[in-house]
């Protein structure tokens, strides 16, 4: 059954593309609909809640470092859903450099993340939104025209054109309508619990598909907002997109289900996937504890007070690094923090990668927390 079979919450609308016309879907405001729970779905919710809540009490306010480390396995997973799929190493390199390319593209993924959850607090609002894509999509291939705006044309998603698409979302008239709907959902105080209330806030802006592209990444950016927003995560951010990328199919069938009304599995699965995020945060938190606990070992031979010992807990939050950054972290010599990394590199901690600083004068030479940076591929 097609969605435009079914009849479900939204109506089929006609668009125009290349002088044909195409069968467009036209999600119902959000104003608009009623989401009521079972008795099962409910209480898989409120498991979602406790097991998020927990999760974060595993990163305590002095360890930023871990957060960091939680934002950025987010981002990168975020963008791999899309098939973005650089060395972790480059785009941590491309995050310090400020590179290009697609490596600079998923870098891009992680500082608009961090710049929603620092505004949490703030309305979401469209100049926000449009602000996002414009950082999100600099480095991509998508028309200049199309960067931090909404599309002025018809969208799709799957196949090579919207007539066999698997999905036409609403017309470009229509975006604007809709988006502010979904604003005030955002915005205003609701009956709905933070995880329903954040799977269907992500839902409904698949639905509408208001840019070029980068939808899905600012999708799941949102998510991560609203549980900050909610006050669910205080420290740091559960991988959501991690989860998700375990299970790209239940994620596609799960908004085409939120597509045609049946609003009860998609928050149903929602809510299981954002338990496994949890669980990703848990086993993050220690193993990022065992990792320093082997770097502490390593250097046992060196004096507790050294500049060497006192970098080790910021690779956490800094796994790619320079020794002016060193310097600057330890507020200690440029001299004093190429010793320090040297004293890393010898133990194996750190490593040196390769990479070109934009800019006049000589390239730095860069150094990675390898054992870090492969918590993530793993």
């Known amino acids: 059954m097609s969605l435009f079979e079914d009849g479900g919450a939204g109506t089929v609308v006609t668009s125009e593309w290349n002088d044909k ?16 729970l ?29 957060s960091r480390l939680l934002l950025r396995h987010e981002g990168i997973a975020s963008s791999g859903i899309e098939g973005l799929r650089e060395p972790l190493t480059s785009v941590l390199l491309a ?54 705006v909404f599309r002025p044309r018809v969208g799709w998603v799957g196949g090579s054109n919207p007539f066999d698409a698997a999905y036409v979302p609403p017309p470009p008239n229509e975006i604007s309508e809709l988006i502010d709907d979904l604003i005030r959902f955002a915005n205003e105080p609701t009956d709905l ?14 639905a509408i598909h208001p840019f070029g592209d980068g939808n899905g990444r600012l999708g799941r950016i949102l998510v991560s907002r609203n549980l900050r927003r909610a006050d669910l995560t205080r420290h740091s ?15 596609l069938s799960g908004l085409l289900n939120f597509q045609l009304g049946n609003t009860g599995p998609w928050i149903r699965w929602f809510a299981e996937v954002v ?57 200690i010599t440029r001299a004093a923090g190429r010793n320090a990394i040297q004293a890393l590199t010898d133990q194996g901690i750190l490593e040196p990668v390769q990479a070109q600083t934009p800019g006049v004068g000589r390239n730095r030479n860069w150094y990675a927390a390898t054992d870090l940076i492969n918590i993530w591929s793993n």
Do not use: C
């Open 237 to 251: 951010t559960v991988p959501i997109s991690v989860a998700i990328a375990r299970d790209t199919g239940g994620y």
């Open 95 to 148: 995050e310090r450099t400020d590179a290009g390319g697609a490596a600079g593209w998923v870098a891009d993924n992680l500082a608009v993340i961090d710049t929603a959850l620092e505004s949490a607090h703030l309305p979401l609002s469209v100049n926000r939104l449009h602000s996002w894509h414009a950082r999100l999509m600099r480095n991509s291939n998508l028309h200049s025209d199309l960067i931090g």
């Open 21 to 36: 016309p195409v069968r467009a879907w036209k999600p119902a405001k959000l104003s608009e609909r009623s989401f009521d």
């Open 193 to 206: 619990d933070p995880i329903s209330h954040s799977a269907i806030l992500h839902g409904q802006f698949e």
């Open 275 to 331: 338990q496994k995020a949890a669980a990703v945060t848990n086993q993050l938190a220690d193993r990022t504890r065992q990792i320093l606990d082997s770097w502490n070992d390593k250097l046992s031979k060196l004096r507790s007070d050294s500049a060497a010992h006192s970098l080790l807990p910021l690779l956490i939050a800094q796994p790619v690094l320079s020794a002016p950054d060193a310097g600057k972290l330890l507020n």
């Open 38 to 66: 079972n008795a099962k779905e409910a209480r898989v919710t409120e498991q979602a809640i406790t097991a998020v809540r927990t999760a974060d009490q595993l990163v305590p306010n002095t360890w930023e470092a871990l």
